[in-house]
């Protein structure tokens, strides 16, 4: 019996779709045209928020997911014998996600995740540079709208954050990109490597959304007025508090376009290992920022990650 292309996709990722989409259906979820569109399509993703909060630590410091749906993702190639030059794409629709001041899960259910992940990454070893791009660092990722709601009342505050837009590429260290290979015979120095991300983004905001940031006086906006003082020094310029014209919205950023570029250094012995890690955040239109407590105040600190995932100390920033 002759497999369908769906079919085809689910078998080669099942073991990574059982832990990340637990509840993923082939027969009604993946659509494929592999030889025509090179390309194939998963629908109606419902994430485990365990397994974004532990295995891969996308949520803010302190937080777990608590719900992470994505529409439609869309994986395409120009040609499978050259991804060391022309990166896949990954084309997604909508993100809708929620973290919280919560546990991932109990102790049992994300010992069960993390062995269940370490089954399917051959256990714990080291990952060696191999001379080519990391298939998924050199993909080239476009969002059209992602939505982020934040519940922290002891970290962050209670925030909404949109980004409209949203495309993530490969580059080198000054932003530009180039193909994969350039940019591995760039990066590569001895025993290191050097890898940049581009982040650009049409329209960003964050806003407040709870009663208290409604009602926060005067004396508390003067307590991170040193703080805010040093965003403007990091963002270019120096930010002021008001509220959004006519709309008593209160944003901690102000609709903005945004392009960040990550560059991180990691040993060539063990990838896992990043010795150096650098932020570059650039506005090309006006900035606002407006910080209230709790951000940039004193907070407990985050639990450690699992030294078996992460088994190296965070990178130098």
């Keep these: ?75 395409s190639w120009k040609n499978l014998l050259s991804l060391d030059s022309n990166p896949i794409v990954l084309e997604i629709g909508s993100v809708q996600a929620a973290v919280a001041e919560l546990a991932a899960g109990s102790d049992t259910q994300i010992e069960s995740l993390i062995q269940d992940w370490l089954d399917v990454c051959g256990g714990v070893k080291p990952v060696p ?10 993909a080239t990722f476009r969002v059209k709208t992602i939505h982020l709601d934040i519940y922290s009342p002891t970290r962050y505050g209670n925030l909404s954050v949109d980004l409209d837009r949203v495309e993530i590429l490969a580059a080198d260290s000054e ?3 180039q193909d994969l290979s350039t940019l591995c015979k760039l990066g590569l120095d001895n025993s290191t490597v050097m890898f940049s991300r581009l982040v650009d983004c049409r329209r960003v905001s964050v806003q407040y959304v709870d009663a208290i940031a409604e009602e926060v006086d005067e004396g508390q906006e003067n307590d991170v007025e040193n703080a805010e003082s040093n965003l403007g020094g990091v963002f270019g310029e120096s930010p002021r508090l008001e509220r959004a014209e006519g709309k008593g919205i209160r944003f901690l950023l102000a609709p903005t376009p945004l392009v960040a570029l990550l560059t991180q250094k990691s ?33 407990p600190e985050p639990p450690p990650q699992d030294r078996r995932l992460f088994p190296f100390p965070a990178p130098v920033t």
């Design 1 to 75: 019996m002759l497999l369908s292309e769906g079919q085809i996709i689910y078998n080669l990722f099942r073991r990574q779709l059982e832990v990340f989409i637990p509840t993923f259906d082939p027969s009604k979820q993946i659509e494929a045209d592999l030889i025509m569109a090179r390309s194939f399509m998963l629908r109606d993703l419902n994430m485990s928020a365990a397994a974004f909060s532990v295995l891969i630590p996308l949520a803010p410091p302190g937080l777990n997911f608590t719900r992470f749906w994505v529409s439609n993702v869309r994986v």
């Design 129 to 138: 540079f191999q001379g080519k791009y990391p298939l998924l660092d050199g």
């Design 175 to 177: 932003g530009k990109q």
């Design 267 to 299: 040993c060539v012995d063990d990838m896992r290992r990043i010795l150096e890690q650098r932020w570059q955040l650039s506005f090309p239109a006006s900035t606002r920022i407006r910080t209230l407590p709790p951000l940039l105040t004193p907070a």
